[in-house]
C-alpha cells in the first residue's frame, strides 16, 4: 500500500476558535491556561482527522499561536535585543507574552517596544514574522514546542511527523540588521540547535522528521546548493535513526534537482502541481534509497483534485520506482486552505453546482488517501464509487454554462495599449491635481478603512439574519460614516475617506457585486496571526452588473468640502486573495477584473469623486518565485492595474497601497502603474523599505510612507513618527511625500486610532514648518 503522506493543516480550527482565544487573551478575558487549552483542542481535533482520513504520516509542530517562523525564532533563541526589558515584566510561564511582544509589539507598564518586521510567505497571502540577525548572533535551544506537541500526539495513541523549517530556509527568509554580514554565514551557529533538537526527538522515539526548504525550489547560487549538502550530512549523522524527510513546495526543483536528489535524507518531497513537469527528469535521477513524496492534491487552491490526471503521475512514479518508494500527499501545508466544505450550507452564495468543484482541507485529504488506493490497485467498492463521482464532477465542471460569457471573453480580448495609459503624464496631471485641491506639503491620509467595532459587525451579522431592516443597517452605516468624516475633519486630516463601514473584506466585498463568483460561510483561511480571511471562490467570467462603492463614497463627500477618496480594490490582489479558477491563465482572469475595476473608476469619477485609491498589496506577492518567469507576470499584472485607472481626467487623482513586500526588484515595474500616489508598508522596517525608491532609479511619483504600524496595539509618539519621516526626506524629495499609516484601520480600536491620527498630523505639521 502506497504510504499517505500530508505537510501540514489549518490551525486556527473549523470555526476560527484559536482567533477568538488570541483575542481573548490579548483583551484579559482568558487566562494562559484557557488559550493553551483552546490550542490542545485544535491539535487534537487536526491528528484525528487525519488519522481518521488514513494519513500515514500525520504532521506535528505544524500549530502555531501566531506564526511558525516566529516560533522557530523563539526554539532557537533568536530574540532582538530589544525585548529583554520584557523579561522582569512579563509572566514568563509559557513564554507566551514574549512571543506575542514579539509579534505584536508591546506597550505596558513602563516598557514600549515595536513588533518584528512582518512580510508575505513566499508568494502566499500568509504573512509570518521576520527573524532579525545581528553579526554577533548566537543561537540556543530554549523552547521544546516541537517536542511537546509530539509526545502531545502520543498520548493520544498518534505518532506524527514533526515538522521543522529548515535552517538555510529558515536563515535566507530573516534580515540582517547590520550591513558588514550575510546571514547565511550564522549556519555553523544555528545547525548545532538543530542537531540537539532531533537528539531530543530520537530519544523520543520519532520516526520521521519533516524539514521544510522551499528556497531548494528558488533560484540559489553554486554556494548555497554546497551548503545543503554539508548542512545535512551534520543532521543526518546528528539522529541516524530518524528518518528525514526535505519538503519542497511552491515551485519545481530545476536546476537544484542534483543538489536535493543527492541529499541524504530518506525522501524527497516534490510540488508537482505547481512543478508538474519535473518528474520526468527527478524520476531519471533520483538514488535507489531516496522515497519520492508526491504532491499532487493541490495545497493552495480548493479545486477538486483531477484523479485521472494524478493517477497518470502516481503510475509513472511507482513504475520506475516500486510502491514502496512512493508517498503520495498535498503539493504543500494545507494551512492555505479551509477546514471542511462539510460547512457550508449556503447554496445562495455557493450554488451546488459549484460546490460540487470544491475540496477543502478535509476534503483533501479523503483525496490523498482515495489516490493511494486506485493507484495501489485494490479498490473497494466505495473508492470506486467516489472515482466515478470525481470524473463526472470534472466533467460537469468543463462544460457548465455557470462558467463562460462570450460578452465577457470578447470584450477582454478587445484591450489594447491605448487602454492602459493615462491621457498626460505624470508632472502635468500633478500640476493640475494641486491647482483643483490645494493640498499642503506632507499632505495627511489614511488608507481607507477605520475600526469596524463589534456595533459594526453586528449590525451586519443582524442583516443577513434578518434581525434588522436594510433601512435599518443603512441608518446604522450612514450615522457611523459621518463620525468618521467629523473625526478626521477634528484631526486636521487633509484627504479623508468614509470608513467601509459597509464592507466585511476588502476582496469579499467586491466579489460578492461581481458575477463570476460564489462565496463560502466558514471558508477562513489564516493570513497572519488573528487575521483570518475568506477568500472568495472565482468560478468563471468575471464582470461588475452594477455600482460597487458610488453610494457610500458619494455620501461622504456630501458631508465635507474636504476631499473623499473613493476606495475599491485592485484587479490583481482581488485575484491573489480570491481561490482563482484554474481553466485559464491567471493574466485573462485579471483583466477581466481589471475592466470591472474601470467601469467602478468611471461611476465613481462621474459622481465627482476625483481621488481614488485602487489597493494592490498583492502585486508583489503574485511575482513568481523564479526569475525566468517573473518579467511576463509583471508585464500583465502592471498592465491590468492600468487598465483599471488610465481612463479618467488628469485631474482625478489616482492612489495604489501595497504593503509587507519587498520593492527592490520590481520597483520600476512599480513605477510603470503611474499611479500618481502610492502608499507604502515602512514603519516596522524603519524606513529602509524606501531605499527601493531612491536608490539608483528615481522613483517619479508620490509617495505615502506608513509612519506607523497598524497591525500593533501600541501608539507611537510624534516623535516617533517625526523621525521617520526625516528619515524619508532624506531619500525622496519632500514635495514627493505623503503622510499617512502603513495599512487600513479596520483592526484597531477607536482610542489608540484616534491618538495614533492625532500624532500622525502633528508630525505632518511639524515637517511642514521645517
Known amino acids: 500500500m502506497l504510504i499517505t503522506n500530508n505537510l501540514g493543516y489549518p490551525r486556527v480550527g473549523p470555526f476560527r476558535e484559536l482567533k477568538k482565544a488570541n483575542e481573548a487573551y490579548w483583551a484579559k478575558k482568558i487566562s494562559a491556561e484557557e488559550l493553551l487549552q483552546a490550542a490542545k483542542s485544535i491539535r487534537e481535533n487536526n491528528w484525528k482527522t487525519q488519522q481518521d482520513s488514513g494519513i500515514n504520516l500525520i504532521p506535528s509542530n505544524d500549530f502555531s499561536f501566531y506564526d511558525q517562523v516566529l516560533d522557530l525564532s523563539l526554539t532557537v533563541g533568536a530574540i532582538p535585543e530589544r525585548y529583554n526589558s520584557l523579561l522582569n515584566k512579563i509572566d514568563r510561564k509559557y513564554n507566551l507574552d514574549l512571543y506575542f511582544a514579539m509579534a505584536r509589539g508591546f506597550q505596558e507598564e513602563g516598557v514600549d517596544v515595536t513588533a518584528m518586521e512582518m512580510t508575505k510567505w513566499f508568494d502566499t497571502n500568509y504573512h509570518y514574522i521576520v527573524p532579525e540577525f545581528t553579526k554577533n548572533q548566537e543561537f540556543k535551544l530554549i523552547s521544546e514546542k516541537f517536542l511537546n506537541e509530539y509526545n502531545e500526539a502520543k498520548s493520544l495513541g498518534i505518532e506524527t511527523k514533526p515538522v521543522l523549517i529548515g535552517p538555510i530556509t529558515y536563515l535566507l527568509v530573516g534580515k540582517e540588521k547590520e550591513t558588514d554580514f550575510n546571514r547565511i554565514d550564522l549556519i555553523d551557529k544555528l545547525v548545532p540547535v538543530y542537531e540537539e533538537i532531533l537528539s531530543k526527538l530520537a530519544e523520543a522515539g520519532a520516526q520521521y522528521v519533516q524539514i521544510d526548504e522551499p528556497f531548494l525550489a528558488l533560484d540559489i547560487d553554486d554556494a548555497t546548493r554546497t551548503l545543503y549538502g554539508k548542512v545535512f550530512e551534520k543532521l543526518a549523522a546528528a539522529a541516524p535513526d530518524i528518518k528525514l524527510v526535505v519538503a519542497t513546495y511552491f515551485e519545481a526543483l530545476a536546476d537544484n534537482e542534483d543538489t536535493a536528489l543527492n541529499l541524504p535524507v530518506h525522501a524527497l518531497h516534490l510540488d508537482l502541481v505547481r512543478g508538474e513537469k519535473q518528474l520526468d527528469t527527478v524520476l531519471a535521477k533520483v538514488p535507489a534509497t531516496l522515497t519520492l513524496s508526491l504532491g499532487v492534491v493541490e495545497g493552495r487552491n480548493i479545486w477538486k483534485n483531477d484523479y485521472e490526471k494524478s493517477l497518470i503521475l502516481i503510475k509513472q512514479a511507482v513504475n520506475i520506482l516500486g510502491k514502496d518508494r512512493v508517498w503520495i500527499a498535498p503539493s504543500s501545508s494545507l494551512l492555505h486552505v ?288 523564479r526569475k525566468a518567469d517573473q518579467k511576463d507576470y509583471l508585464n500583465w499584472a502592471v498592465r491590468a492595474f492600468r487598465v483599471s485607472s488610465s481612463n479618467v481626467e488628469d485631474d482625478t487623482q489616482i492612489h495604489t497601497h501595497m504593503c509587507y513586500s519587498e520593492f527592490n526588484d520590481i520597483i520600476e515595474d512599480i513605477a510603470a502603474m503611474d499611479a500618481d500616489v502610492i502608499t507604502i508598508e515602512t514603519s516596522r522596517s524603519q524606513m529602509e523599505l524606501l531605499d527601493a525608491f531612491a536608490a539608483d532609479f528615481k522613483y517619479p511619483n508620490d509617495i505615502g510612507p506608513g509612519v506607523y504600524d497598524i497591525h500593533s496595539p501600541r501608539v507611537p509618539s510624534t516623535e516617533e513618527m517625526v523621525e521617520l519621516l526625516r528619515k524619508a526626506k532624506a531619500v525622496v524629495p519632500a514635495e514627493q511625500l505623503w503622510v499617512n499609516p502603513d495599512c487600513g484601520l479596520k483592526t484597531r480600536a477607536w482610542p489608540e486610532t484616534k491618538a495614533a491620527l492625532e500624532s500622525m498630523v502633528e508630525a505632518a505639521k511639524i515637517l511642514r514648518a521645517e
Open 338 to 625: 479551509p477546514f471542511d466544505l462539510d460547512n457550508e450550507d449556503n447554496e445562495e452564495s455557493l450554488p451546488k453546482e459549484v460546490k460540487n468543484w470544491l475540496a477543502f482541507a478535509k476534503q483533501k485529504l479523503a483525496e490523498v488517501k482515495d489516490l493511494a488506493t486506485l493507484a495501489d490497485g485494490e479498490v473497494d467498492t466505495k473508492t470506486a464509487e467516489r472515482f466515478e463521482a470525481n470524473k463526472a464532477a470534472a466533467e460537469s465542471r468543463r462544460t457548465s454554462p455557470l462558467i463562460h460569457k462570450p460578452e465577457v471573453k470578447q470584450r477582454t480580448a478587445d484591450i489594447t495599449d491605448d487602454d492602459a495609459k493615462r491621457t498626460s503624464p505624470f508632472p502635468t496631471r500633478k500640476a493640475t491635481q494641486q491647482a483643483k485641491f490645494n493640498l499642503p506639503a506632507f499632505a495627511t491620509t489614511t488608507i481607507g478603512s477605520f475600526p469596524q467595532t463589534k456595533d459594526v459587525r453586528k449590525w451586519r451579522a443582524d442583516l443577513k439574519k434578518g434581525v434588522i431592516s436594510q433601512e435599518q443597517y443603512d441608518k446604522e452605516i450612514a450615522e457611523e460614516t459621518e463620525r468618521t468624516i467629523r473625526l478626521q475633519e477634528q484631526l486636521d486630516i487633509d484627504v479623508l475617506v468614509h470608513g467601509e463601514f459597509e464592507r466585511n473584506d476588502m476582496v469579499e466585498y467586491f466579489g460578492e457585486q461581481l458575477a463570476g463568483y460564489a462565496f463560502t460561510k466558514n471558508g477562513w483561511v489564516q493570513s497572519y496571526g488573528s487575521r483570518c480571511v475568506k477568500p472568495p471562490v472565482i468560478y468563471g467570467d468575471v464582470y461588475r452588473p452594477a455600482d460597487m462603492t458610488v453610494r457610500w463614497s458619494s455620501y461622504a463627500q456630501t458631508l465635507t468640502k474636504r476631499p473623499v477618496k473613493g476606495m475599491l480594490t485592485g484587479p490583481v490582489t482581488i485575484l491573489q486573495w480570491s481561490f482563482v479558477r484554474n481553466d485559464q491563465p491567471r493574466s485573462t482572469t485579471t483583466y477581466q477584473i481589471a475592466l470591472a475595476i474601470l467601469d467602478e473608476v468611471q461611476a465613481l469619477e462621474k459622481a465627482g469623486i476625483k481621488i481614488i485609491q485602487i489597493d494592490e498589496p498583492a502585486i508583489r506577492e503574485g511575482l513568481p518565485l
